[in-house]
């Protein structure tokens, strides 16, 4: 992900690390607030919060899952830089103004909300993302350099499945 047209201020003291109140920037040309913290436990904090085109995501991600969804929606993430447990990249969404064209129940009209996650360990040789909108589906995908090495699709509300290691869906 790659902000532009950052502003605000961003300070640094022994006592507190790195802390912002509030900066503005630009994701893919839509304004975000970006909040800085440095916590004892879980190290660097970056929240940040705006709207997100599914369009811009699908290009960044190259998720071919996305292009079954379009619209705009508002979205907040964090990423959490932490030396002793790894970092890790969540984000959040109601997906309220997305519409996904998929047969039921899996479709969802622009004005229905949704609550959609996502995580993906930024630390590892080879993370495993997942994403899911809750109690319908979750994706699971092993990453090895960047690429998809495997996989697991959860429909219908499964619970607490695990991908495994060199399984293919």
Do not use: C
């Not at 909040?35 to 991600?61: H, P, Q, Y």
């Not at 292009?67 to 984000?91: L, M, P």
Request: no cysteine; charged share 20%.
């Amino acid at each position: 992900l790659q902000f532009t047209d950052v502003g605000g201020p961003l300070n640094y003291s022994s006592q507190q690390g790195f802390y912002s109140p509030g900066l503005n920037a630009n994701l893919y040309n839509k304004p975000f607030v970006v909040k800085v913290g440095t916590d004892e436990d879980s190290g660097v904090l970056v929240d940040f919060a705006g709207r997100a085109d599914i369009g811009d995501v699908l290009n960044w991600s190259q998720q071919p899952a996305l292009a079954f969804a379009r619209g705009e929606t508002d979205v907040v993430a964090q990423i959490v830089v932490n030396g002793k447990d790894g970092s890790e990249f969540t984000a959040a969404s109601n997906l309220l103004g997305v519409e996904i064209n998929l047969p039921e129940p899996y479709a969802k009209q622009a004005d229905d909300k949704r609550e959609f996650w996502l995580k993906l360990p930024l630390t590892g040789d080879k993370p495993l993302l997942r994403m899911g909108v809750v109690d319908i589906a979750e994706l699971q995908l092993r990453l090895d350099k960047g690429q998809v090495e495997s996989g697991l699709a959860i429909l219908d509300g499964a619970k607490n499945i695990q991908h495994q290691p060199d399984f293919l869906v």
